[in-house]
């Protein structure tokens, strides 16, 4: 666990990961000695009650003075309550992270952290990050969680479509087979910013923020088809993504897992082709 100076702050009851793997390789022990090490200055530049941590201009000034690191703000907070991402790079090992910040407003979420059960089903989907720490800051009557997780390397949902890697339908596919798969562990995926979704390079669907995720504890709670789920995600994104580029032979190529959508959705497609 971390130790922190001032009191400010403390680490949340469950603590991922389980670092005995880091032994398996010099590479993963300098990893995680990153981390710990970055985690370190920024809580003494950032953690100190004199910054407004989802201000993108103070946070990111204050940021900007950790000189062993390059610093790229991946999203910007656009309130109060909406989060801040940044990925972090050391400049000479070349290790990558991704920290998010944000309110800590809403009980559901907070237990996706703090409930080693739930963490530990959240944590083994395949379609969730992987979390490295999580810290709770109060500062002022102000809480934030705080979220460091491994990066990944990919594009948001909305990039991917309006970059040419995959049509509405395909990511309506992909999102709905994610929605589905998190419906089978009880968690209900709340659809509100398409930036909270990543296609990753190896074409996978991601999940990057846990605080969407409401776990469905009432036994009256209904499991859902995949086609319920195909509908909602379709409109989710046609409300999202304003411009789709049609895909040409000169758009990048899209990854093989990205081509074919799920067995039921292959079936409702065909059904809705043989329709008059």
């Known amino acids: ?42 809580e003494k530049k950032c ?5 407004d941590l989802v201000n993108n201009i103070e946070l990111l000034s204050q940021l900007s003075s950790m000189k062993d690191y390059d610093i790229k703000l991946l999203k910007k907070s656009k309130g109060t309550y909406d989060a801040i991402v940044f990925r972090f790079k050391h400049k000479e090992r070349f290790n990558c992270f991704t920290v998010k910040i944000h309110r800590d407003e ?7 952290y703090t409930n080693a059960h739930l963490a530990d089903k959240i944590l083994h989907s395949k379609y969730t990050i ?93 499991k859902k088809g995949i086609l319920e789920f195909r509908e909602s ?8 993504i304003v411009v789709e580029r049609p895909i040409t032979e000169s758009t990048p190529h899209r990854p093989e897992s990205a081509k074919l959508p799920h067995p039921a959705l292959q079936s409702y497609i065909r059904l809705c082709k043989t329709r008059p």
Request: with cysteine.
């Open 233 to 240: 995600c379709e409109q989710f994104i046609l409300e999202k």
């Open 130 to 222: 992987n979390v490295r720490e999580v810290i709770q800051y109060g500062f002022g009557g102000k809480e934030y969680i705080i979220v460091f997780y491994d990066f990944v390397d990919g594009l948001t949902l909305d990039l991917s479509i309006n970059q040419g890697l995959l049509t509405k339908d395909r990511a309506a596919d992909l999102l709905a087979e994610l929605c589905f798969n998190l419906n089978q562990l009880d968690f209900d995926v709340l659809l509100c910013d398409i930036k909270d979704f990543m296609l990753s390079y190896n074409g996978s669907l991601i999940m990057t923020d846990f605080s969407k995720l409401r776990y469905e504890e009432d036994i009256r709670f209904s």
């Open 47 to 51: 953690l100190n009650g004199r910054v």
């Open 1 to 42: 666990m971390s130790t922190f100076c001032n009191g400010l702050y403390k680490a949340f009851e469950y603590h991922t990961p389980d670092l005995r793997h880091l032994r398996e390789s010099q590479k993963q022990i300098d990893s995680h000695l990153d981390l710990v090490e970055f985690k370190l200055d920024f």
């Open 106 to 112: 809403y009980n559901f979420a907070r237990k996706n």
